[in-house]
């Protein structure tokens, strides 16, 4: 491009408002209710009010739409969390009127960010390409089988906390082993491509999530995934337990709000939990102690409220479009999981077993009058003509290291559309070009000027001069 003579670019900033119900409705408010159909064929029963109620409605009627179930390949040591059991739920979740989210795990066993086990059906494919056919079919072989029985889910994840390499190999040296991107990006391509085709003349399409675990594992990942080749995805989950993460809430929103600007894609926190007590219930030991409480979310009733309350605004002020909770209903019972007799987490259910199972008031986080984001459309016009994109700085990316790429739309203008919260205060700045090929911003090396512009809450128009003479 020859260098950009820009005589006075016109910046129109457009504040339009939605009502807060619409904003609300299309959050999604979460909870993996994997475990419901053991805990029930075990005994335990949920209360609201005093009354024994089916755990699905109650999750209906404290305000969530989203029910996420996980899915193992062949386990041979449950009969729990297998297609038969999935679609019992699902058939549950739909008659509560709820959508659902599919977590594959893509192992016989518990898959998450530090082991990721290849199921015994697939240990002896020799080759890359086989085992990613392999990962191919069964993922279509599924959502065809819920398909033809009404069963499809709205969200699907291909892996869950695949913080490693996905599909490992015992015989393999996993703490220490690299991930293979090249084998990593193939097994994961083919299970986003097998979710798209399963969607081509289904009643419901999927959406596609790609999950790691820990905020500060987020960024790496999805650089290096795409650096890959994977991007053909809708949602990007995130699992935050602060026992295991280096960050406090402050840090969690900060890499939601970079990595909604940095990917076409929306993020969910899709594991969260916090406990409401430190006593138990049974010989199990609780997997979440003191180990896991932030300063000022006491492990009380009203603490896992406020924490609830707290972590979905979090979520929401950065731009994030979903919190899920991870096991609210995993409570004691007579039977055994394979590390002891009870629940490892009935301190961090929702449901208070000192009095036998009645709601907990965290449970209520999806009826809190929470603050929402507004729809944002920046608009630069009067460009020349030949100008095929522009590169757009702002304060609210959280990040000096990155530009937004803008093409020109179809009526000449550049359009930037966005998030942001009512009353912020917003700086802003417009390149004709990355410097020199950097492909990052380096604040020195503007052309043109930096606008502060506040986003109202009523419909505002903002219009500002900020570029002038040739470069």
């Known amino acids: 491009m020859r260098g950009f003579r820009l005589r006075a670019l016109l910046v129109a900033l457009v504040v339009a408002l939605s009502p807060t119900l619409a904003a609300a409705e299309d959050f999604y408010f979460g909870a993996d209710l994997s475990y419901v159909n053991e805990m029930e064929d075990c005994g335990a029963h949920y209360r609201m009010n005093g009354a024994v109620r089916d755990p699905y409605e109650i999750f209906r009627d404290t305000g969530h739409n989203l029910v996420r179930l996980r899915l193992f390949h062949t386990p041979d040591w449950t009969q729990y969390s297998t297609l038969d059991d999935v679609k019992r739920s699902i058939r549950r979740a739909r008659a509560a009127g709820m959508q659902v989210l599919l977590d594959f795990h893509y192992s016989d066993d518990w898959a998450d960010g530090d082991k990721q086990w290849i199921p015994s059906a697939w240990e002896n494919i020799a080759t890359t390409e086989a085992l990613a056919q392999a990962v191919h079919d ?8 819920l398909d033809s029985e009404g069963l499809m889910p709205d969200l699907v994840q291909v892996g869950t906390e695949t913080n490693t390499e996905v599909l490992g190999r015992r015989d393999w040296d996993w703490a220490n082993r690299p991930i293979d991107w090249t084998r990593n990006a193939a097994l994961l391509n083919a299970g986003i491509r097998a979710v798209r085709e399963a969607g081509q003349g289904a009643a419901i399409q999927p959406r596609v999530m790609l999950h790691v675990a820990q905020p500060e594992n987020v960024e790496p990942w999805f650089a290096a995934a795409a650096q890959a080749g994977v991007t053909d995805f809708d949602l990007i989950g995130i699992s935050y337990y602060r026992k295991w993460s280096t960050q406090g809430l402050e840090g969690l929103g900060q890499v939601i709000n970079r990595l909604r600007h940095r990917y076409s894609a929306e993020i969910i926190l899709v594991e969260t939990s916090y406990p409401w007590t430190q006593d138990s219930a049974d010989a199990a030991a609780n997997l979440l102690g003191p180990d896991t409480l932030l300063e000022g979310y006491p492990a009380t009733i009203e603490g896992q409220r406020r924490y609830m309350v707290d972590v979905t605004q979090t979520v929401i002020s950065n731009g994030g479009v ?111 070009r990355l410097p020199l090929g950097q492909g990052l911003l380096a604040p020195t090396e503007a052309r043109s000027r930096a606008v502060v512009a506040r986003v109202d809450r009523g419909p505002t128009v903002l219009t500002y001069a900020v570029g002038t003479g040739d470069h």
């Open 138 to 145: 069964y993922t279509l072989e599924t959502l065809r089988a």
């Open 322 to 432: 979903g919190v899920v909770y991870w096991e609210p209903a995993w409570v004691s019972t007579r039977c055994s999981t394979r590390w002891g007799q009870g629940s490892h987490w009935e301190n961090a259910t929702f449901f208070d077993f000192h009095h036998d199972n009645e709601v907990l008031a965290a449970a209520l986080y999806a009826r809190h009058a929470y603050e929402w984001l507004q729809p944002v459309t920046f608009r630069f016009e009067n460009a020349p003509g030949d100008t095929q994109r522009l590169y757009l700085w702002a304060d609210f990316f959280g990040s000096r290291q990155f530009v937004a790429s803008v093409p020109r739309a179809a009526d000449g203008a550049f359009v930037y559309e966005t998030r942001l919260r009512p009353g912020q205060e917003v700086r802003f700045q417009v390149y004709d």
